[in-house]
């Protein structure tokens, strides 16, 4: 383990006092689990070590310039290194005055009987740990990196984001599971194959030791899984047909939830996910009018009009197979890039896409 020099920051520090860019209030927390983390076979950036000194100082740097000056700003959550093999994972906690759905069905959907299953598109839990002082138990999760970033560049893979995580939530609903949030925030994608040197954790476009920026593959090279995360609000019911009161989560807009009367959790999920490909991509780039009827079907103000999921899955599956080749490896063009960026875009594309089709890339690239 490394020996690092005395601390400078102590648990009592106020935020207010604290030195500029050493750590938040809400980082402290991890930095008081650092040797139990460590001792169950997992370890925290240098920044978290009890003894930590800001390398910045001693450098003369501004601490935003350097590798332990980047804080975690989210309360939750902490990325790791896992000790055997050096993969990076992503630590959790878990709140149990929040209820136990999350861990319940995240160890659901990873329990033997469904981690294998190709369609099973919901985050793997890869440990739980249970830190001695506290009690407090952590999920252990791969590291993923939020599914748009970076951006999709062709049709072709928007088609293969799709399609996954139809598949993934038509695995949810058909064990009556809903997952309430399945937005833009709580979709991922899994960046080992397109990041092989891996990127750092709260500046994602630098690499891991943020002397450069993160040298990566194209969706179409190396094509990525996408997985649902985050069930905190997600349920398991008795049957599709279930009534249940509105739990608001990253999107607000379901019409469904102006009021507190009780409704279909299912018909949602299927708003939300409509909602994601209007908002993503319909509103920001051109060329998705193939997608217009299915959507606006799919985010119904009433909620009884909209499909189910395997409805979207089979009318998707018919879109797919009336998009041409020169249509899927076609790029997506920003509404807003002026016209000499788009030019530009395209020449780029077009280059790229030969390569493509030379190195037998295929349209809709799928893992």
Avoid at 333 to 344: A, C, G, M, R
């Amino acid at each position: 383990m490394p020996s690092l020099t005395t601390p400078q920051i102590h648990a009592g520090q106020s935020q207010t006092s604290r030195t500029i860019g050493t750590l938040f209030r809400n980082e402290e927390w991890w930095r008081d689990q650092y040797h139990d983390i460590y001792n169950c076979g997992y370890e925290l950036r240098p920044r978290y070590h009890p003894n930590w000194e800001p390398s910045w100082i001693g450098l003369r740097k501004d601490f935003f310039s350097v590798e332990d000056g980047q804080p975690s700003i989210s309360r939750a959550t902490m990325d790791a290194t896992r000790q055997r093999d050096g993969k990076q994972v992503m630590l959790k906690k878990v709140y149990p005055d929040e209820g136990p759905h999350e861990m319940i069905i995240t160890r659901l959907f990873s329990s033997r009987q469904f981690a294998r299953d190709p369609r099973n598109h919901c985050v793997p839990l890869l440990d739980i740990l249970e830190m001695p002082q506290n009690g407090q138990k952590l999920m252990v999760m791969p590291f993923l990196r939020p599914f748009n970033n970076p951006r999709f560049q062709t049709f072709g893979e928007f088609v293969a984001f799709f399609t996954q995580i139809c598949e993934g939530l038509q695995f949810m609903h058909q064990r009556n599971i809903a997952h309430r949030d399945c937005t833009a925030n709580n979709i991922m994608f899994d960046p080992s194959e397109m990041y092989r040197q891996g990127f750092h954790p709260t500046q994602i476009d630098r690499s891991r030791d943020f002397k450069g920026r993160a040298k990566r593959y194209t969706r179409t090279q190396w094509p990525p899984r996408y997985y649902l995360i985050d069930f905190g609000l997600s349920r398991q019911y008795l049957s599709r047909r279930a009534l249940d009161l509105p739990l608001r989560g990253g999107d607000k807009s379901a019409p469904e939830h102006r009021n507190t009367t009780r409704c279909n959790p299912f018909y949602t999920d299927i708003y939300y996910l409509g909602n994601l490909v209007r908002r993503e991509f319909m509103k920001e780039y051109h060329g998705f009018e193939f997608m217009q009827d299915l959507v606006d079907e799919m985010t119904h103000v009433n909620p009884a009009k909209r499909p189910l999921i395997e409805d979207v899955v089979a009318r998707f599956s018919y879109i797919r197979q009336c998009l041409s080749g020169f249509k899927l490896r076609s790029p997506l063009v920003s509404k807003e890039k002026p016209n000499l960026f788009t030019i530009f875009s395209r020449a780029k594309q077009a280059l790229l896409t030969l390569q493509y089709i030379f190195s037998r890339k295929a349209a809709i690239p799928e893992p």
